[in-house]
């Protein structure tokens, strides 16, 4: 009976292990880290585009992205921000003891002509200084045709180097389209919602 339940035991857990190796390697890229993040809260922090500059109230995408995941997402955009306003203000996004951290950053940059290399050193330290309490980082990519400087492919390195997840262009099949975009920049409501679906896609692993 001993030698039984000892065979049970070793195939349960061998079937624990090899559902998490599956896990692993079809929903998780391979760079990622902490996918099993720590901490208590979700945190969209960003510009514009996380604030929801031309949304109609409650219909920015951290708002969108809670009524999609049923749990409470902090929105902790501010219009105008750089990727150096943002760090500066960092302490304040770690004071809510950030479980998972959804980051629109660089805009601002790219628009200010920011160089490529300041606006990635300082995208790197805030995401590196979220990893280092355990926290999951999730960075939206922004890819603009003919102005991008580059900033598409930082991105994508960005998120290598780090193991963040990326969402490699949060403005794909939005911007461009005037039903999708309240004005050039930034989009409606209905933009905003297939925002937060990109971003609840790369979150619903770790939820």
Known sequence: MAIIMKNKYLIGFGIAVLGLLVFRFFFIPAHTKQFKPVGETIICFGDSLTYGTGAAQGMDYPAQLAGMIGLPVINAGVPGDTTARALARIDDVMAKKPRIVLLTLGGNDLKNRVPKDTAFSNLKTIVETIQATGALVVIGGIEIPFYGRGFGKGYQDLAV????ILVPNVFEEIMG???LMSDP???????YMIMARRFHDAIKPYL
């Open 161 to 164: 180097e780090t193991g963040a």
């Open 177 to 179: 389209h005037r039903d």
């Open 185 to 191: 920049i930034h989009p409606n409501d209905k933009g």
